[in-house]
């Protein structure tokens, strides 16, 4: 086999082709993450499934108020990289998987808020959280414990 026609047979034409995001990165504070991972594991879901249904919840909210609202201690101080961490859990974020309507939504809104998608998407997981917590039946013990859960 010449090197001309291993060259063209192992060809990709996904190389030419712009790269697809299919989910947004989703970064939560360590509390907030094994709140999550805890009632995910307790409804059976993934934590992305989980974090996409809340997510949901968080858009219907902000339709429905026609503004972003994070609650009180949510909220990450603006820092510049040589700073300390801020406490998220950035080495493992949660990927949020999105249809490609709801990804374009998310994008359009991101940039009227003048926002990047991922910190739009936390704000809205956040609003969502408050509508999942008065609704859900489950009750989270005083110290979540999730199986497994390794968070450094």
């Known amino acids: 086999m010449t090197i001309a026609m291993h060259m063209t047979r192992h060809r990709s034409g996904t190389l030419d082709?712009?790269?697809?995001?299919?989910h947004i990165a989703l970064r939560l504070a360590e509390t907030e993450l094994v709140e999550a991972l805890t009632f995910a594991q307790a409804e059976g879901r993934s934590a992305g499934n989980f974090a996409r249904l809340v997510y949901l919840m968080g858009v219907n909210v902000y339709r429905a108020q026609g503004y972003l609202a994070?609650?009180?201690g949510a909220a990450q101080p603006q820092r510049?990289?040589?700073q300390q961490r801020?406490?998220?859990v950035n080495e493992k974020p949660i990927a949020l998987r999105l249809t490609a309507e709801e990804l374009a939504?998310?994008?359009v809104l991101a940039a009227s808020e003048e926002r990047t998608p991922g910190?739009?998407?936390?704000v809205l997981f956040h609003?969502?959280?408050q509508v999942y917590r008065k609704t859900s039946r489950i009750v989270l013990p005083k110290a979540p414990a999730v199986a497994g859960l390794r968070l450094n």
């Open 86 to 88: 801020s406490g998220l």
């Open 70 to 72: 994070m609650p009180e």
């Open 105 to 107: 939504e998310a994008q």
């Open 80 to 82: 510049s990289r040589w």
């Open 17 to 22: 082709r712009p790269t697809r995001i299919s």
């Open 119 to 122: 910190n739009l998407a936390r």
């Open 127 to 129: 609003m969502g959280m």
